[in-house]
C-alpha cells in the first residue's frame, strides 16, 4: 500500500545542519520504498540557489517532490508565513498522512478539523520546554527561555503527544519521559536516527603508527563537548587532532581556536572547518578514534541521538563517548565504545589512552560498532516509520 506523505519543515532548504539531513534522508528513503513524499519546506537563501539533492549526494527519486516556500523577512514573519503555507497544503493538496518533528506546525495543524486534514505523525526529538530553559547552555550567546515561553511550549507537548494520530521519539528516554509527564501512549515508538550506508562497506582492523588521530565531527557548541576534547588533549602528546565543523569566522570556532593556542597544542590541533554531506564519511575513514564529547546537559543527556554517532558506527573505527543515558542506548562500554564520565577533560583523556594502549580493544569495538550500523540504516528506518504511518492511514 503506498502512502502520500507530506513532511513539513520550516527550515531554509537546504540546510547543512543535523535538521536539515535528518529530514531529507528520511524524506528520501521513504520515497525510495515506493511512497509519495512531499517535503513542504523554505526556499534556499544561497544564491544561487543550491540543488538539495546534489546537496546531500542522493539520486532523484520520481516520488519525491521538493516544495519550497519562497519567503524573505525577520524571523517572525517568516514562521507565520510558513504556518498559512502549511495549513494550506494540509487543506487543499490531498496527502494521506502528515509528518513532521516541527511541534509548532503539528500543534497548529491540530486546531484543524479532523475531518479536513489529514492524520498527524509526530517525530520528537527532545522535550522543547528544557531545550527552552537551557539554551544559555547549549548555543553561545543562547538566551534562557521566560516562564511564559515555557508554559506554552509544555501546552504544545501534552497537545501533540495526546491528540496527535501517530507519535515517534529517538530515544527511549524521552518516551519514558513524555509517558510520565503526560500518561501513556500505546501507539507511540522509538526509531533511533540513521546513517546512510554504502553497498561495498567493508571492515578494516585499526592500526596506527606514533601519532595516532582522533578525530570529531559536529557543530562547535558548548555542549558538543569540543573544549573538553582539548583540554583532554594536553594529556596526550602523542595523538594528532583533528576537528570536523565550523564555519570560518564562527564565534564558537574562533573560541576553540585561541583555546588550543592557550593550551599550547594548537601545532597539534587541525581544524579542518565545515565539510559537505557527502564527504563526511570519508573524513572519518582517516581518523584512528572518533571522539563524541558531549557534555553532561539535562537536554544532552536525555535527548541527543546525534547523526554523527550513527556515522561513527559506520565507520567502523574504535568511539570514545560520553555516557549518557542516551547514548547507552546505542552505545555499550567495551562492546563497541569505551564511554568516559562527561565534562570530564582527564576521563576523555583516560578513554582515549584506553583505546590507544589497547588494540585489541580497539580492535574489537570497532568491528562491533561496524556491525551495528546495519540496524541503523536509513532504509531499516524507513522500514518502521512505513509501519506506523499506514496503521495511521488505515485508522483513519
Known amino acids: 500500500m503506498t502512502v502520500r506523505i507530506r513532511y513539513f519543515s520550516d527550515i ?39 540543488d538539495p539533492l546534489n546537496f ?5 527519486l520520481s516520488t519525491l517532490t521538493i516544495d519550497r516556500l519562497r519567503v524573505v523577512g525577520p524571523p517572525t514573519f517568516r514562521r507565520a508565513l510558513y504556518f498559512a503555507f502549511a495549513v494550506e497544503r494540509s487543506l487543499c493538496h490531498r496527502s494521506d498522512v502528515i509528518l513532521t518533528r516541527d511541534l509548532g506546525v503539528a500543534s497548529l495543524l491540530l486546531n484543524l478539523p479532523r475531518w479536513l486534514r489529514p492524520p498527524i505523525v509526530f517525530e520528537s526529538h527532545g522535550f522543547a520546554p528544557v531545550f527552552a530553559e537551557t539554551m544559555d547552555e547549549l548555543v553561545s550567546g543562547g538566551r534562557r527561555a521566560r516562564p511564559t515561553q515555557k508554559d506554552r511550549l509544555f501546552l504544545r507537548e501534552e497537545r501533540v503527544w495526546k491528540l496527535a494520530e501517530g507519535y515517534v521519539t529517538t530515544t527511549r528516554t524521552l518516551a519514558s519521559e513524555l509517558e510520565t509527564r503526560f500518561g501513556r501512549r500505546d501507539d507511540a515508538i522509538t526509531i533511533p536516527n540513521g546513517v546512510r550506508l554504502s553497498s561495498n ?22 555542549w558538543k563537548g569540543v573544549e573538553v576534547l582539548l583540554r583532554a588533549v594536553v594529556r596526550l602528546p602523542k595523538v594528532r587532532t583533528v576537528i570536523v565543523g565550523g564555519h ?16 599550547g597544542i594548537g601545532d597539534r590541533v587541525d581544524f579542518v572547518g565545515m565539510i559537505s554531506v557527502a564527504d563526511v564519511q570519508t573524513r572519518l575513514g582517516t581518523a584512528d578514534v572518533l571522539v563524541l564529547p558531549t557534555t553532561s546537559t539535562e537536554s544532552a543527556d536525555r535527548y541527543t541521538s546525534p547523526l554523527k554517532l550513527f556515522e561513527y558506527l559506520a565507520a567502523g573505527k574504535p568511539i570514545v563517548a560520553s555516557d549518557l543515558q542516551a547514548t547507552r542506548e546505542v552505545l555499550e562500554d567495551g562492546r563497541n565504545a569505551v564511554l568516559v564520565t562527561p565534562s570530564d577533560a582527564d576521563a576523555l583523556a583516560d578513554g582515549i589512552n584506553r583505546v590507544v594502549d589497547d588494540l585489541s580493544l580497539a580492535t574489537r569495538i570497532a568491528e562491533k560498532s561496524f556491525q551495528d550500523a546495519n540496524g541503523f540504516a536509513w532504509e531499516n528506518r524507513a ?7 499506514k496503521a495511521v492511514q488505515r485508522s483513519d
Open 12 to 50: 531554509r532548504f537546504p540546510l547543512e545542519r543535523a535538521n536539515g539531513v535528518q529530514t531529507m534522508e528520511t524524506c528520501h528513503a521513504l520515497a525510495a520504498r515506493g511512497h509519495q513524499v512531499f517535503l513542504s519546506v523554505r526556499s534556499d537563501t544561497a544564491r544561487p540557489s543550491r
Open 383 to 389: 522500514e518502521r516509520l512505513e509501519h506506523l504511518l
Open 201 to 222: 562497506r567493508r571492515f578494516t582492523p585499526p592500526s596506527w603508527l606514533e601519532s595516532p588521530v582522533v578525530l570529531y565531527a559536529g557543530h562547535l557548541y558548548p
Open 56 to 60: 546531500y549526494g542522493l539520486k532523484a
Open 248 to 263: 570560518p569566522g564562527e564565534g564558537d570556532l574562533l573560541r576553540l581556536q585561541d583555546l588550543a593556542r592557550s593550551l
